[in-house]
């Protein structure tokens, strides 16, 4: 129990320590607010990832970025044949720890862009689908994270909204057949509505 209570004391003392770092370095605070904004990274995963990784303008593009994480494919080609294997794993296996960590918890987000596309991927894939789904989300995010860095811009999920034309269409869909009728007729259209049930005109 003794020594319990001193693993929790020392993890508080780190967390505290971490937090004054955090306050202190305006640029590292600053950064650590950008990248919460994406679902799935949150105040202890995010420190985690910013400590393993530089400074992000020394990256040429997010797929460097993503490289350099070890969560891009390994490529094999044979003739005309392209194989996509596991992951890399280069780099900082607790900075792809983070990331994977956040992927899951992002997957959890029915109601943002990642869980909806982690839904997709895990519907399409069929063995270690979980998995391969995670690794997917995690790329996603090193290349949010690349971005919203270099940009120094908030996380905006737009992703999950309902498109106009669909909004359009459950309109429609509330909307009963007379209902339609009577808007087109007040436009200065003739409706007939003919039943192929029973072959009846309703109006």
Request: hydrophobic letters at 35%; charged letters at 25%.
């Amino acid at each position: 129990m003794k020594n319990f209570q001193l693993i929790t004391d020392s993890i508080q003392l780190l967390e505290n320590e971490i937090n004054l770092v955090i306050k202190l370095k305006e640029d590292y605070s600053q950064a650590i607010e950008i990248i919460t904004t994406i679902p799935g990274i949150g105040e202890s995963t995010a420190p985690q990832i910013l400590a393993e990784i530089p400074p992000i303008d020394h990256f040429l593009s997010a797929d460097s970025f993503a490289s350099y994480s070890g969560l891009i494919p390994r490529v094999s080609q044979s003739a005309e044949v392209r194989h996509l294997g596991s992951i890399t794993k280069r780099g900082s296996r607790y900075l792809r720890e983070a990331l994977y960590q956040a992927a899951q918890v992002a997957s959890m987000r029915k109601d943002s862009s990642l869980g909806k596309r982690f839904s997709k991927l895990y519907k399409r894939k069929r063995k270690g689908k979980g998995k391969i789904a995670w690794v997917a989300i995690a790329r996603q995010i090193t290349r949010l994270i690349y971005f919203l860095l270099s940009r120094k811009e908030k996380y905006k999920d737009n992703g999950y909204r309902t498109k106009p034309w669909r909004l359009a269409r459950k309109k429609l869909e509330r909307l009963t057949i007379m209902e339609i009728a009577n808007e087109l007729t007040n436009k200065n259209y003739h409706v007939s509505i003919y039943s192929m049930e029973d072959g009846a005109v309703l109006s």
